[in-house]
């Protein structure tokens, strides 16, 4: 079934039917740009709230960013941030392959129709003009013939009346013949006319406009078929996204999975332990042994316990008493080392039946109120010295080790300067035309200073960590930093200068790593890697690898584009950063 045939007289009907169609993808067009209006909308939302919750760069280094709970929280903003991203995705998709592509072909389909409608329109007036060269030869066969008519009853009347001559008679029949001649041309003209006009009509109705019709019929199919595939793509534009989402959902689960509050609280501990005994059990003082009211009052001045601990550690705020309510000021002698009990005052007492921490803040408020606001202003401001004597003890040395690590690193990258310096004069002096190794002689002195004065710090820092109680961790570093100095002197066994021992400056950079290597302990890894290419590992100091091949990360890339790696049959070496893709340890 097919308009032609079926809606042969429904002209305006598909006329109107079409025109209706057009305009239903109009509206769809502008339902899905205002769908990517507000998937965009929503997007920028997102990331704006991301943003807004996301972590200053000088927040970063908060502490309690390390803890998982708040690595999980900057996950999740992560993973919104990629969620927002899919949003846009899906708004620029929907505006591609749905707006952008229904237009142009909406325009098509305008022009297509109206091309149709104008053939209809061009048939239907031939047609008309047709029906109106019928209708007039008809009328004028009409009138010629009725004409005709009275031309000859007047001749036949002329013919009989007796008193008309001859003459009279023969002009009549005359003009009666010439009438009836003229009434048979119209007659003929009016057939050829009406033989014409149903020609036409039928070439109109059985040809022309259902050929028109099943046109407008086949336009109108591709037009629904076109707004059919446009409702699939509405959802498959978001289907092809959502594993993507799926992934930025799992992430976030996965931020919830990992926080860890055992970690979190291992962590608080190591950052906030102070290294310090707890207070001793407060010394009975017998003053009915006769001792001196005096010497009593001054004991209480300076109590035991709590306070005692304040003597023995001046650098320290007594952070117990730093959120005690407002107290009048008064003046303070300096913190001392009280004297050890003496005898006469008696054994120590025993334990107390309640808690001696709140007995001795009991005590301590009783006796030292007025010195409580100078413990405050002593929080306050603390002395910030070099080398964190300011700090309680734990916390010392752990900014001693980051400081010496600090220290390392940078006498690295100086020591590295250094032979790439050396190694570039040497090629100089080889090949002048490449460069003047005079040039070079300010950097050189330059890198030479920065390792003096960095060996400096490398030392009275050790000094310091060794003061502190800590462990020499960072002696391995001293001596790696040294053995790589091959611009400069090396130190002897024994702390002397040695002479002989002065290497080539052309050396490669890393060509003394694998001696190192071998008189270190093995240092745990880091984290893993995989090789994206096969590198072949031909200059000395680096490692060979295969695609694919996963090996371990002894130490990051310091900005030089290597990477020191360790298979598990122990070789170590330097590889390419960009050859591989690196999952570090968390």
Wanted: charged share 30%; proline share 5%; glycine share 6%.
């Amino acid at each position: 079934m097919d308009w032609g045939t079926e809606l042969w007289d429904q002209y305006d009907i598909i006329e109107k039917h079409t025109q209706s169609g057009l305009e239903l993808v109009e509206k769809y067009v502008k339902f899905v740009k205002e769908r990517t209006e507000i998937e965009q909308n929503y997007a920028k939302q997102l990331r704006n709230l991301s943003k807004k919750y996301s972590l200053k760069r000088s927040v970063k280094d908060e502490p309690e960013c390390r803890l998982s709970s708040y690595q999980s929280f900057l996950d999740i903003l992560n993973e919104m941030n990629d969620y927002a991203g899919q949003r846009e995705l899906i708004a620029e998709n929907m505006m591609m392959s749905i707006c952008i592509d229904l237009t142009k072909y909406l325009q098509e389909l305008k022009q297509e129709r109206k091309t149709y409608l104008m053939e209809a329109k061009k048939a239907q007036q031939s047609l008309e003009n047709t029906y109106k060269q019928l209708d007039s030869s008809k009328k004028r066969f009409e009138r010629e013939w009725r004409e005709a008519e009275r031309a000859a009853q007047y001749a036949e009347k002329t013919d009989q009346d007796i008193n008309a001559t001859k003459a009279d008679v023969e002009k009549a029949k005359q003009q009666a013949h010439m009438r009836a001649h003229v009434a048979e041309e119209c007659k003929n003209d009016y057939a050829s006319q009406l033989q014409k006009y149903n020609k036409e009509q039928n070439q109109f109705y059985f040809n022309d406009m259902p050929l028109i019709f099943n046109k407008l019929q086949d336009l109108d199919e591709k037009r629904v078929r076109k707004l059919a595939q446009g409702y699939i793509l509405f959802s498959d534009t978001e289907k092809h996204v959502m594993p993507i989402i799926g992934k930025c959902l799992e992430g976030i689960t996965k931020a919830g999975t990992n926080v860890n509050e055992r970690n979190d609280s291992m962590v608080v501990i190591e950052q906030n332990k102070s290294g310090f005994e707890r207070p001793g059990d407060v010394e009975f003082e017998d003053y009915s042994q006769g001792i001196n009211r005096a010497s009593s009052d001054s004991s209480l001045g300076t109590p035991k316990g709590p306070m005692e601990l304040l003597g023995k550690n001046r650098s320290k705020n007594f952070w117990l008493f730093s959120k005690r309510s407002k107290l009048s000021p008064s003046t303070l002698p300096p913190f001392s080392t009280p004297p050890a009990p003496s005898p006469a005052n008696g054994p120590p007492s025993p334990k107390f039946g309640r808690d001696p921490l709140s007995y001795c803040l009991k005590e301590i408020n009783k006796t030292v109120k007025p010195r409580i606001s100078s413990f405050r202003t002593l929080r306050r401001s603390p002395t910030v010295t070099e080398d964190f004597a300011h700090l309680p003890p734990e916390q010392r040395r752990k900014r001693l080790q980051q400081k010496l690590e600090e220290i390392c690193k940078e006498l690295q990258k100086e020591v590295d300067q250094s032979e790439a310096l050396g190694k570039m004069k040497d090629v100089y002096e080889k090949n002048p035309q490449m460069g003047d190794p005079a040039s070079l002689a300010s950097q050189i002195s330059q890198t030479s200073q920065n390792i003096e004065r960095l060996r400096g710090e490398l030392n009275k820092y050790e000094t310091w960590l060794a003061e502190a109680g800590g462990r020499g961790d960072t002696l391995r570093y001293k001596a790696h930093s040294f053995n790589n100095n091959g611009a400069h002197d090396i130190h002897s066994p024994d702390g002397a200068h040695s002479d002989e021992s002065t290497p080539d400056p052309s050396q490669a950079i890393y060509a003394e790593f694998d001696d190192d290597f071998e008189d270190e302990e093995l240092t745990a890894p880091i984290g893993k890697c995989t090789a994206m290419y096969n590198f072949p590992g031909a200059s000395e100091g680096t490692i060979s690898m295969q695609e694919g091949e996963v090996l371990a990360v002894v130490e990051e890339d310091k900005g030089d584009g290597w990477t020191r790696v360790r298979r598990n049959n122990g070789d170590e070496g330097y590889i390419p950063t960009s050859y591989v893709t690196i999952a570090l340890n968390k």
